[in-house]
């Protein structure tokens, strides 16, 4: 069965703009219509400023056509995105007010789930938030949101290609876990790592953000140096547990970032897994590794503490079933991270009235920081 090219921009001026309020055919938006047999493509034109409805564009286009012409028609896979080319090229994160790094001097402290949830509560706060995972050895992003299966769309803007993250929850975010089988051990040199945390930072289209949260691998590495040289970090954020040999490890990344060469404000310290609870003794505290390590910490170094969280089933639950805990306003922990999130947005009003913006860090890549 073959279709006319009226039949199918007929159906296609269903589909309306959701923010200019006019049909696809109208805007213009439909180029390159090529009908064979039962096979129909096309490709959906945006401006290069409005990449923000794609995903939900194309599907009811599909739907459209399906509904419109019948279920035989080959519409599936067949659409494509395009942009209208910049007259000036944007600035990489340019309309992004705050990048906060979210790090840990340990691995297993619980910093990933840290950063999902601190990320979901901002955003059930009314900001505008992006959360980008530069641990690319052990990308758990996509896990902690269950968009395992999503890919971000790829798209050319000019002489460059943009990544549209994904979004959930309020948070747009991406992953190079979205990019690689999830099963596969990555296996990578230094300059490919890094290479790729640029890709994600410099080429995700993140629009207007009130606050970027990188979430680094643990540790202190070159993906930690390639971040404050590649963006201007506004401050950061560490995560430990209460045990000596996690705090001994924070406390280098403390030092890192505020080391002479690297200068980024250490906006706060988060305890995470402070005590125990059971669910069924709600009122018990269990101090499985320690008691107040974390808030000893901060007193000693003169620095914000944020929060403690405790070690509760629904944490674990949350992140395995891709349902962060903050979305759960009325939890245990929902309430912490709304708490948390909301001192952590006054830390870094302050920050910004008190002192200029954290600049670039130039290092010269054949010496040490000295940390």
């Known amino acids: 069965m073959s279709y006319s090219a009226e039949q199918v921009f007929s159906t296609l001026r269903k589909v309306i703009h959701p923010e200019q309020k006019k049909d696809i055919i109208t805007l213009g938006m439909v180029q390159g219509l090529e009908i064979v047999e039962n096979k129909i493509s096309f490709s959906l034109v945006f401006s290069s400023n409005n990449t923000t409805n794609i995903a939900n564009l194309k599907q009811a286009c599909v739907k459209a056509i399906e509904e419109g012409l019948g279920k035989d028609v080959q519409i599936r896979g067949n659409i494509k995105a395009m942009t209208t080319q ?78 549209i993250p994904i979004e959930k929850y309020g948070v747009k975010m991406l ?83 505020k080391g002479e060469k690297i200068n980024v404000p250490v906006l706060g310290l988060i305890e995470n897994m402070a005590w125990f609870t059971p669910e069924e003794l709600p009122n018990n505290k269990y101090y499985i590794f320690g008691k107040g390590g974390c808030e000893d910490l901060a007193k000693k170094m003169d620095m914000n503490f944020l929060a403690q969280i405790p070690i509760v089933q629904s944490v674990r639950e949350g992140g395995d079933s891709g349902v962060p805990a903050a979305t759960d306003s009325n939890s245990i922990v929902g309430k912490i991270f709304a708490e948390m999130s909301e001192k952590l947005t006054k830390i870094i009003d302050d920050r910004n009235k008190k002192y200029s913006a954290t600049k670039v860090v130039e290092i010269d890549p054949n010496a040490t920081c000295g940390v």
């Open 86 to 163: 910049e007259e000036e090229p944007e600035k990489p994160l340019s309309k992004v007010k705050n990048i906060i790094a979210i790090a840990s001097g340990k691995g297993g402290v619980g910093k990933s789930t840290v950063s999902s949830n601190l990320a979901v509560a901002l955003a059930k706060a009314g900001a505008k938030v992006g959360l980008v995972d530069a641990d690319i050895f052990g990308p758990s992003l996509p896990k902690m949101f269950d968009v395992e299966n999503e890919r971000p769309q790829v798209l050319k803007k000019g002489n460059k290609e943009i990544i």
């Open 175 to 257: 992953s190079i876990g979205f990019f690689v089988n999830p099963n596969d051990a990555l296996v990578w040199r230094g300059p490919m790592a890094t290479g790729a945390l640029n890709q994600l930072l410099l080429q995700g289209d993140w629009g207007e953000l009130d606050y970027l949260l990188i979430d680094l691998p643990p540790g202190t590495s070159d993906i930690h140096l390639t971040l404050v040289q590649s963006v201007a970090v506004t401050g950061a954020v560490i995560v430990s547990t209460p045990q000596d040999v996690a705090l001994a490890d924070a406390i280098k990344g403390i030092n890192m970032f």
